[in-house]
């Protein structure tokens, strides 16, 4: 444990791991992610600037919480990211479905883990139940 100085308000902390950010400043900054996610619900359609002059916070912080999918937002609204893989606009997160499902057929292939087969789909007169007479 070292003691630093916070990067938000300059007080001394000890420092154990994370930002380098004290608790007295991650809980003002919690609580105005609650402010903040409250406003995204009641306006939907906002755009990122309004967010960011309305809640006074920085549009560098909105994005944080998008990538970190603590904010999500409609496909309505103006607010998106570039998935940080192939560049497709996406409304939370660091990549897109695509490229998240990609990934995880790689990192299966690497471990070794094999995809199940596919099962065939049963018609609906498979799925009926039968009595015996």
Do not use: H
């Not at 930002?19 to 809980?27: L, T």
């Not at 490229?99 to 018609?123: E, N």
């Amino acid at each position: 444990m070292e003691i630093i100085s916070c990067k938000s308000c300059g007080r001394l902390f000890n420092y154990v791991q994370g930002d380098r950010v004290c608790p007295a400043c991650i809980k003002k900054m919690d609580e105005k992610f609650a402010e903040v996610k409250k406003y995204v619900r009641d306006n939907p359609k906002v755009d990122i600037n309004v967010l960011s002059s309305e809640m006074d916070v920085s549009i560098r912080q909105i994005k944080r919480w998008i990538r970190e999918e603590r904010l999500c937002f409609t496909d309505e609204s103006p607010i998106g990211l570039n998935c940080e893989n192939c560049g497709t606009i996406i409304k939370t997160g660091r990549f897109c479905r695509a490229c998240k499902d990609q990934m995880t057929t790689r990192l299966q292939g690497a471990a070794g883990v094999k995809q199940p087969a596919a099962q065939p789909k049963k018609s609906a007169s498979e799925n009926k139940m039968r009595f015996l007479t």
